[in-house]
């Protein structure tokens, strides 16, 4: 059992920076792939990027390669997600997620977060 708790969104304008974090309680973190996935209205819910339980790799799709960065601290029980150059279009309720397999988070993970909202004004 995992439980997962984001944290750190809110308003920004477009073109500013803002950094989501994931904390995670219940089962070792570090033996968890994690990822961050994105919900925005009337639409399905996207994955964006995914970290391994090391934070030795990494992937991102390609609406936001270049512009987010996952990352984690096992230290912490937390992963992040830093977020630059937003655009308006990345408005939407960002979740964080956690699963054993890392090929595996990106798609069905066993856990999620309850999600935090991220708005971008023009």
């Known amino acids: 059992q995992v439980q997962l708790v984001e944290s750190g969104g809110g308003l920004v304008q477009a073109g500013g920076s803002l950094r989501l974090s994931c904390a995670a309680s219940g089962r070792t973190f570090s033996g968890y792939a994690m990822g961050w996935f994105r919900q925005a209205p009337g639409k399905d819910r996207d994955f964006l990027a995914a970290?391994?339980?090391?934070?030795?790799?990494?992937y991102y799709e390609d609406p936001v390669k270049g512009r987010f960065t996952i990352s984690r601290d096992n230290a912490k029980n937390t992963v992040y997600l830093q977020m630059s150059s937003l655009k308006p279009e990345d408005t939407a309720v960002y979740y964080c997620?956690?699963?054993?397999?890392?090929?595996?988070?990106?798609?069905?993970?066993?856990?999620w977060g309850q999600g935090v909202q991220v708005t971008v004004s023009s």
């Open positions: 997620a956690a699963d054993p397999d890392f090929a595996r988070v990106w798609k069905r993970p066993d856990y």
């Open positions: 970290i391994d339980w090391s934070g030795g790799r990494t």
